[in-house]
């Protein structure tokens, strides 16, 4: 091996423009990849800051729900005048009613004394004693206007509408990483999206109804934003976006999940974004590590209804897709460069094949085997890689010419076989026309003698004797006559199960009647094949009936086909149509095996047989372009196998016969 690179003058080329392509390629990638990382951080920052303001949207238009609900129902009169009227009754059914439909977790009436009329919850009717501080109603009363939007509700006002509430409020503080310092363990404030409707009476205010739903542990909003703005897209079995609302810095609603899969509620936010979107007010996007994994995110101040900066609202993405998408792209990068790699190898190989004498020397011999010379020159062997070539080349002329004498010894057995039966079908032709005009003489008379009354026993004994063995010698005649007989195919479309089929109604009594089980076992769907009907069948026939002969009582005849490759002959490694006859019968010795298919051999007993079945058989199958062969064990059986090519090559002659 070393010997070959050092003389290799095609490996020094190749690998310089290798080197050149590398180092051109890495300069690219590192470039390529900077510019790469850096837009598609920038697209995942702009697509983040929509989010974004897409859920801030979702954010006030549920705030907006509130407030529409509440003041379509304060502008019932009947409503009005029951709170009026004191009828605490009918107005807590209506504020159940508002509650229900517009998903509120509290809803009430406060008078303008500063008492709570009535209100949703468990206790409906507030003790005498209860003044309450409602921070939605008193900034009704400071302005007399409509209120709606971000509310902090203390646990004092949340156990009086509902302690369920209030314990819902209640969430532990976890600690969290890179969090600011606080000494709390637990937030019990309640962070409510809230309206407040004031309702007049002669220009003054009689009574506020107000109603809110608390944002601790509620899961509508961020799990809306992300149904609609990520389209609860996952990626790799997660949730591709995540929305969260804080509470100051803690997290009171949120889709994040922990490692464990649970909602992150009670972790916090980064003292740095805390300080940025609480402290100075700013929007704050960035790529940033969210409890469990690495998200682009987005985060903005939420301010109550005085104007505070009380909470923020949060939008993320999951930064893997992006990574994906950057390393995907970075992967394209790399196939072009090792693109640059091949085209440079490719480059080596056309620049050093006009350097390299010795490769034309091996086009000129491919050239010259081409055209039928299997010995050419092919120079002195090389010491490099190119000799490694030539030697390989000089094996390969060894092994054509190994098989182009096996096939020319295989085509003089086959044209010494066909001129064989074409010599002996002639000679038999004219040896039948000959003897076949006075042999029907001879049985005519011979039936003429046997019709008269007046001959006695012995002399119509004789007639018989005379007719029998004439009949005898008509069917040897009629035997040359097919053997030499090569009649035009008449060929049509024919489906083989149903020929061999039909064929094997015709013996099956003959079968019955000798004592042997007959088989058929049909392959399904073989392919239609266009042949002559009779012939084949005759073939079929002729084999079968051998196959009885040779076949005690008791014995089984199986004939199957297939749909295989044929193995010798004009359709070696042919699809073709298989036909298999096999018995249990004596067997045929080897010494006969290449003498089965020659006119008149015959392993029968004298006048059994003419031995012209299987050359007649042979010659039918040969015109259809198909073969015939036979595997034998004396005192085991044989078997025949015909096989008939799909697509004939020059096969299906045709004979006009003589």
């Not at 979702?58 to 379509?72: M, Q, S, W």
């Not at 220009?203 to 809306?224: M, P």
């Not at 350097?355 to 090389?382: C, D, K, M, W």
Request: aromatic share 6%; net charge neutral; with cysteine.
């Amino acid at each position: 091996m070393r010997l070959v690179l050092f003389y290799s003058i095609r490996a020094r080329l190749i690998f310089s423009f290798i080197g050149v392509s590398v180092l051109v390629g890495v300069i690219s990638l590192f470039i390529g990849g900077q510019l790469l990382y850096r837009a598609v951080l920038n697209e995942a920052t702009t697509r983040i800051s929509l989010d974004l303001n897409a859920a801030r949207e979702i954010y006030v238009a549920r705030i907006k729900n509130i407030d529409t609900a509440l003041t379509i129902a304060s502008l019932d009169n009947g409503f009005r005048e029951s709170i009026e009227n004191g009828d605490c009754s009918n107005v807590l059914a209506k504020l159940t009613t508002i509650a229900q439909r517009a998903d509120l977790d509290f809803a009430g009436i406060v008078l303008a004394s500063g008492k709570t009329m009535c209100r949703t919850g468990l206790h409906t009717l507030p003790e005498k004693t209860e003044i309450p501080q409602n921070p939605i109603a008193e900034k009704v009363f400071r302005t007399g206007e409509d209120v709606s939007g971000t509310v902090l509700l203390d646990h004092e006002f949340l156990r009086n509408e509902n302690p369920e509430l209030a314990e819902r409020a209640i969430i532990k503080i976890k600690p969290t990483p890179h969090a600011a310092p606080r000494e709390e363990t637990e937030e019990t404030t309640g962070m409510a999206l809230c309206a407040g409707i004031p309702l007049y009476r002669n220009n003054e205010i009689y009574a506020i109804l107000y109603g809110g739903s608390l944002l601790n542990r509620s899961k509508k909003i961020v799990d809306t934003v992300r149904g609609t703005v990520f389209r609860n897209e996952s990626y790799e079995g997660r949730s591709i976006g995540t929305a969260t609302i804080f509470l100051k810095d803690l997290r009171i609603s949120t889709n994040v999940l922990t490692r464990d899969g649970e909602r992150a509620i009670g972790t916090r936010v980064s003292k740095e974004v805390r300080d940025r979107v609480l402290i100075e007010g700013e929007r704050w996007t960035d790529r940033a590590f969210v409890v469990s994994d690495w998200y682009i995110t987005a985060y903005e101040p939420i301010e109550d209804i005085n104007d505070e900066r009380v909470g923020i609202l949060y939008v993320g993405v999951l930064e893997k897709k992006y990574k994906d998408v950057r390393h995907k792209l970075l992967s394209v990068f790399i196939l072009i460069t090792l693109s640059g790699v091949v085209v440079a190898v490719g480059l080596g190989y056309l620049v050093t094949t006009r350097l390299v004498y010795p490769i034309r020397q091996l086009i000129q011999a491919s050239s010259e085997v081409a055209e039928g010379n299997l010995q050419p020159e092919i120079g002195h062997i090389s010491k490099n890689e190119i000799g490694i070539l030539q030697k390989n080349f000089a094996d390969m002329l060894s092994s054509l010419r190994e098989r182009d004498r096996r096939q020319r010894a295989e085509s003089e057995d086959m044209l010494l076989q066909s001129e064989k039966q074409a010599g002996i079908g002639r000679l038999a032709a004219g040896v039948a026309h000959e003897i076949n005009n006075p042999l029907t003489g001879v049985l005519t008379f011979t039936h003429m003698l046997l019709r008269r009354n007046d001959i006695n026993e012995e002399i119509r004994s004789d007639l018989q004797t005379i007719a029998h063995e004439t009949e005898r010698v008509r069917k040897i005649v009629k035997g040359l006559l097919d053997f030499s007989r090569q009649t035009k195919l008449d060929q049509e479309p024919t489906d083989i199960n149903k020929l061999v089929k039909t064929t094997i109604g015709l013996v099956e009594n003959q079968a019955i009647v000798k004592g042997i089980n007959l088989v058929f076992k049909p392959t399904e769907d073989l392919p239609v094949r266009t042949l002559d009907r009779s012939q084949i069948q005759s073939v079929i026939m002729n084999i079968i009936i051998n196959a009885f002969d040779a076949t005690p009582p008791g014995g089984t005849v199986t004939v199957s086909t297939a749909l295989s490759v044929s193995a010798t002959g004009k359709t070696k490694e042919q699809k073709s149509v298989e036909i298999s006859i096999s018995d249990t019968g004596c067997g045929i010795p080897p010494e006969h095996l290449d003498k089965l298919f020659d006119p008149f051999f015959s392993t029968k007993e004298v006048g059994q047989g003419t031995g012209l079945g299987l050359s007649v058989s042979y010659g039918i199958i040969e015109r259809h372009g198909g073969v015939i062969q036979v595997h034998s064990q004396v005192n085991r059986g044989s078997t025949f196998t015909i096989w008939l090519p799909l697509e004939e090559k020059g096969g299906g002659k045709e004979d006009t016969g003589s």
